[in-house]
């Protein structure tokens, strides 16, 4: 386990170190100046100088990225070109407001979604089974910033039941929660739909296994087989399956951020991009691979730690 | 009387009897096959120009010169939606055409060379993957200075071809370890042959089923980047474009927001229906594992 470990942990990090190469190469590559972008195509040559000296654009490409990546390693993601305040600080500010989307709506969803997918595979064929295939189908398929601009209609706009914008007060936890439920009801119910239907294709192809019939023989009650047997086993893909959808919720909020104008890393990163901002933009990304990457990580070792063949492979 | 014959067993052999025995799978083929007559004749069915501006007749409501009313420069909402449909159709398939070309040729040579090749490809494959693929393409489209629906189909084939690549790799070293590809070494062809003639054909068949569930994938995320101001640039009519005009006037004028759902809903759904239908048949062992978008 533990060389699986180091190794998972590697690959991680060489991830990581790519995905950073290759957010440097786009930048480089960018058509323009990012001077003269910033600045405007008005900006004297001696304000595109003085900026360019500033920001270092004037050295050359290795030292400009030996710079960057020392600066990220060391936690220096820049400064904001707008308001001159740390990157890292602008970062770490909205990254709660994703995480916690993130994180409660993924919660919801596997509260309900797994109990709907083994209530489904138990009564397969039923009227239950097939309105929460439907169901789920029609969830997964509908664009989540879809779901959440119906939601905001529904509720928001029409009933007036929850607010329509903004994260909550800061400071006011209730307010907060407050500000959460239609956002994370918009993530929530796509991921429903996944996780019942994973759940139950699962539990079913665990009822055909040996083990199974064995239960049935010995007496058991056929809901002992299923939630203590066939659920427990059928808990594996499915966690594995919680935790990269986790991961793929970090860097994909963004819509339903935008939506909810919940300032989070995906609207900063948007925000950052649609004001030229680039400082903040690459410091939110890097952040945001990060994540993504340890995310990852945890999910495949977690998914190692429970079937030891994923190990040798 | 015998070549009708044939006629009916070949279909009841064949795929589209599949697709058609389940529900889901016919009801998937009548809405595509709506979206793309709506999409193929858009000229003739539009009322009006999806482009006409009438500004004495702003935000309307549905009424009989405008079924689903007009927009906030007083456009044909009906017009644009079907016209919108083009640019969805326009975007997403050559978008994961372009996936399929570069994935397929990168992942069987990184499957059939090996090595340290392999690796290296590998590598990029889960170097691109690493970005939150909505992140990519934002970050892509600002550094190139604005979208349009080249840039639009370049980007999102970029964040498909990873995976395509690393299925079709998987596929083809399993093959390349065949007899038949070995006999074909043995017989003096060259690399290119192996690959074309032996490799590519019985490597990329879940690759494809994979592409087909990608579709409706890729209608969603063009019409995401649209909605963010990033799509196809107006005047063109796009479906995300449509719901952000919705979005901002939600309060006054809910119909914008409500119909636009309704058209990109049945687009993603009957393309959702009918890639499912079409892995079920060709390949029943993948059913049980669903995609993350």
Known sequence: MAQYVIRRFMTALATIFGAMVLLFIMIQFMPGNPATILLGPRASPEIIASFEEKMGLNQPIHIQFGKFMFNVFQGDLGKDVLTHKPVRELVFNALPFTVV???????????????????????RDSLLDKITGILSVSFITMPSFVKAIILLLIFAVTLRWFPATGGGEPGNVLDQLYHLVLPMTAIAIGWIGYIARLTRAVVLDELTEDYVRTARAKGVSERKTLYKHALRTAMVPVVSFIGVGFGTLLGGTVLTEVVFNRP???????????ARNFPVAEGGLIIAVFLYALVNMFADLSHGLIDPRIRTE | MN????????????????????????LGLVLITLIVIIAIFAPQLAPYSPT???????????????????????RDLLSRLIFGSRIALLVSLPAI?????????????????????????????????????LLLAITIIMLTGGSNLLVLIVVLGITRFPGYGRLVRAQSSQVSKKEFVMASEAAGSSTPRTLFRHIFPNAIGPVFINAAMDIPVMITFAAGLSFLGLGVP????GWGRILRSGYSYIR??????????????????????????????????????????
């Open chain 2, 234 to 237: 107006p005047p063109r009519p």
């Open chain 2, 52 to 74: 006409k501006i009438d500004v004495t007749n702003r935000l309307a409501d549905p009424s009989f010169e405008h079924p689903f009313g007009t927009d906030q420069l007083g």
């Open chain 2, 3 to 26: 070549i009708f014959r044939r006629i009916v067993t070949s279909y009841k052999t064949g795929m589209l009897h599949r697709i058609l025995s389940s529900f889901s799978g016919s």
């Open chain 1, 264 to 274: 989070g890393l995906g609207s900063l990163i948007y925000n950052a991009v649609r």
């Open chain 1, 101 to 123: 989307l993130a994180f409660s709506g993924m919660g919801v969803a596997a509260i309900i979604g797994i109990p709907l997918g083994a209530f489904a595979a138990a009564y």
């Open chain 2, 97 to 133: 055409g372009l996936g399929l070309v570069i994935g397929i040729l990168l992942g069987a040579t990184a499957g059939y060379s090996g090595g340290n090749l392999d690796n290296a490809l590998l590598f990029f494959f889960d170097t691109i993957r690493a970005f939150p693929p």
């Open chain 2, 252 to 293: 006054t004028s809910p119909w914008m927001v409500i119909f636009g759902a309704i058209f990109l809903v049945i687009a993603t759904l009957g393309f959702t229906f009918l890639g499912e239908a079409l892995r079920d048949a060709l390949d029943p062992k993948l059913k049980k594992s669903p995609q993350l978008q």
